[in-house]
Antibody, heavy 111, light 109 residues
Framework: EVQLVETGGGLIQPGGSLRVSCAAS????????MRWVRQAPGKGLEWVSG???????NYADSVKGRFTISRDNSKNTLYLQMNSLRAEDTAIYYC?????WGQGTLVTVSS | QAVVTQESSLTVSPGGTVTLTCGSS?????????PYWFQQKPGQAPRTLIY???NKHSWTPARFSGSLLGGKAALTLSGAQPEDEAEYYC?????????FGAGTRLTVL
């Protein structure tokens, strides 16, 4: 069974940094397209970033230059490093591949 | 990034058929946009129904199907069930960057 488990969310002050993780089981993160999607409270889904099998990466304009997607093949884990966080980055962050979604981790940016 | 458009809300009768659409501000939606469809119920994580226009996962009910229709991506629900009441989102890709629509609230009534 394929499972994705996100961790690392929490309360962070504006301007701060946070890294969220997505541990995968039942799939190999470097052999599938993986992405991060977020959902602000009461709002719709927003595509954040994706990483291809060849390692190429893409970002939404809203996070470009501040967020970095990466993966650790030895840990079979996907990451999202988030810098210069803003209040509008407050959301549940989900990792997903072509089909499966994790349960999400909540990031709250507030002073 | 392209703006992706969806109907804000639709209503379907139990057992009825409804089509949700997904358009792009940049022009016609094609298979090169790799259209996805997701279902989300309150308090739950989204669930992928359709990927790459018309491909289903093992968990996708047979009553859901994806297609291209009139320059848009489309999700057709044939034989609606009460449990299909949910928010539906489409996702399109352009040059590797994804964009979601604002979602369609589907009511089964």
């Amino acid at each position: 069974e394929v499972q994705l488990v996100e961790t690392g969310g929490g309360l962070i002050q504006p301007g701060g940094s946070l890294r969220v993780s997505c541990a995968a089981s039942g799939l190999i993160v470097n052999s599938d397209y993986m992405r991060w999607v977020r959902q602000a409270p009461g709002k719709g889904l927003e595509w954040v970033s994706g990483i291809h099998i060849d390692g190429s990466r893409n970002y939404a304009d809203s996070v470009k230059g501040r967020f970095t997607i990466s993966r650790d093949n030895s840990k079979n884990t996907l990451y999202l490093q988030m810098n210069s966080l803003r209040a509008e980055d407050t959301a549940i962050y989900y990792c997903t591949n072509r089909g499966v979604w994790g349960q999400g981790t909540l990031v709250t940016v507030s002073s | 990034q392209a703006v992706v458009t969806q109907e804000s809300s639709l209503t379907v009768s139990p057992g009825g058929t409804v089509t949700l659409t997904c358009g792009s501000s940049t022009g016609a939606v094609t298979s090169n946009h790799y259209p996805y469809w997701f279902q989300q119920k309150p308090g739950q994580a989204p669930r992928t129904l359709i990927y790459d226009t018309n491909n289903k996962h093992s968990w996708t009910p047979a009553r859901f199907s994806g297609s291209l229709l009139g320059g848009k991506a489309a999700l057709t629900l044939s034989g609606a069930q009460p449990e299909d009441e949910a928010e539906y989102y489409c996702l399109l890709y352009s040059r590797g960057v994804g964009a979601f629509g604002a979602g369609t609230r589907l009511t089964v009534l």
